[in-house]
């Protein structure tokens, strides 16, 4: 599946440990799940939480959903383990955290080799050294680990998240330069879902692809605003129609509901039913 098509509307943490929780995600409609080795898991349990994913992993029915897996630092006593670990495991790629350099991808690289690495972007060295991080040539996305960003950053809980916008907006930028997959931090107050569908449509129009999430009740909400509306999908064919149309008679623009219509706008609404179309794939 094109990476620019395919869905990453809800990305939900599961801890590696929980094999009731590793269960239940292969039921719920979520695009992709980090099965998290780092924050959701007691360090007494860190080493046999591998045992406990990999077996999860090797009996599969996730189906289409992207399979992340978060390790431990490699400065941790348990991330080189989890690092050879996860080399091993059925899944899609790895994801480090706290990256603040390409050099700390090298050395996930080294012991990962071909598996496909992705990046919690959740420090201030690592938002300055964004660009670098997204041109490591193994990366495939990024994370945003805002909470971890605002305590670094010593902010307060602001509805707008006026205070972290630089370093979401750099590391947007460096995912978009490269393009690469990248996925907006969580919102805390699972109960609160018109909260989180504020934040999300805040994400989506920024540019993120989707929304990690920390409770199933997250999903339906993420899912909703990450995907294309009926609006979109109707406005694209459309433009896609009239645009062809122009060029059949020599003309290289067309006007779709009194606006100009250029290939650059064809092919963001052939992305728009792609992504709808797998959308679909991922629901039937």
Not at 152 to 163: F, H, N, S, V, W
Not at 195 to 206: N, S
Not at 260 to 270: K, Q, S, W, Y
Request: aromatic letters at 4%; a negative charge; hydrophobic letters at 45%.
């Amino acid at each position: 599946m094109d990476p620019r098509t395919r869905p990453y509307r809800s990305v939900l943490y599961i801890p590696g440990s929980n094999a009731r929780a590793l269960e239940k995600a292969k039921t719920l409609p979520v695009d992709a799940v980090i099965f998290d080795l780092e924050d959701a898991v007691s360090p007494d349990e860190k080493v046999n939480a591998r045992g406990t994913l990999a077996k999860a992993l090797a009996a599969g029915g996730y189906g289409a959903r992207m399979k992340i897996v978060r390790i431990n630092g490699l400065d941790t006593p348990w991330g080189r383990g989890d690092a050879a670990a996860v080399a091993r495991m059925d899944c899609d790629a790895i994801l480090l955290p706290k990256v603040n350099a390409p050099t700390d991808l090298d050395a996930l690289a080294a012991v990962t080799e071909k598996m496909p690495l992705w990046a919690m972007m959740e420090t201030p060295r690592g938002m300055l050294n964004a660009t670098a991080i997204a041109a490591h040539p193994k990366l495939q996305g990024m994370v945003m680990g805002t909470n971890d960003l605002a305590k670094e950053l010593q902010t307060r809980y602001r509805p707008d998240r006026m205070p972290m916008m630089a370093g979401l907006g750099l590391c947007l930028l460096a995912a978009k330069a490269e393009g690469l997959i990248i996925i907006d931090g969580v919102y805390n107050a699972f109960k609160d879902v018109e909260g989180l569908t504020v934040e999300c449509a805040q994400g989506r129009d920024m540019g993120f692809d989707g929304k990690t999430l920390i409770h199933p009740a997250q999903v339906e909400a993420a899912n909703a605003v990450f995907a294309p509306t009926e609006e979109d999908i109707d406005t694209a064919r459309r433009q896609i129609a009239a645009f062809e149309e122009a060029r059949a008679a020599g003309r290289g623009v067309a006007v779709v509901d009194g606006r100009i219509v250029e290939n650059l706008h064809v092919v963001t609404a052939r992305e728009i039913l792609a992504k709808a179309d797998a959308i679909a794939a991922l629901s039937a």
